[in-house]
């Protein structure tokens, strides 16, 4: 815990002091940082900040499927975890405590969000694509997507565009693994009726 302060508290000086400092920062656990937050370092949080951001982002894109919006809350988010942490007590790992949080902020946001705007499946992977069938095909598929419940929502998002395995998602969703499965399985049935209601005799599944 000694080394994991000194590493946490160093302030670099020249490239090879911040390669140092990175190769450390990566080998120090969350807890021993979040312990360091609590002790009073509180600018150890910026690592748990740059480890968990990107991630954070795209979690927030694929519910709210806005830049600007997904942005604000993930950043929200690492506010209202740094002022909670007291809460935490380090029983689980902290990102399923975290994400629980920014779970929370983008439903209340979906919620209160009455029109929503749809976006292509593009807008949320980091590879662009032409415009095309495909194209459309990712609108209607998001379209879909929205028509779920707010839980077969989150399950198929974090399967299937976040890769999560099912025993992943339970840990984050706090779900029982048997429920992560059912509501999976649900979710895609009724995704694939969707589809078919859209597309008719055109729709991928008819194919």
Known sequence: MKAAAEAITVLPRGRK???????????????QVIQQVKKGHREAYRIIVERYKKKAYFLALSWVKNHEDALDLSQEAFVR??????????????FPWFYQLLKNLCFDFLRRRRNRRFVPLESVSPKDEKRGP???????????????????????????????SYQEIAEL????????????????????????????????QSR
Do not use: C, H
């Open 17 to 31: 002091m911040v390669e140092r400092s990175e190769r450390v920062e990566q080998a120090v656990t969350d807890e």
């Open 81 to 94: 975890a740094f002022r909670n942490l007291k809460k935490y007590d380090g029983q689980r790992e902290f």
């Open 134 to 164: 495909r194209n459309e095909l990712n609108q209607v598929l998001w379209e879909a997507i929205d028509q779920l419940s707010l839980e077969q929502r989150e399950v198929i998002i974090l399967r299937y565009f976040q890769q999560y």
């Open 173 to 204: 969703t706090k779900m029982p693994l048997g429920t992560v499965m059912s509501t999976l399985f649900y979710a895609k049935q009724k995704l694939r009726a969707l589809l078919k209601e859209a597309w008719g005799d055109s729709s991928p």
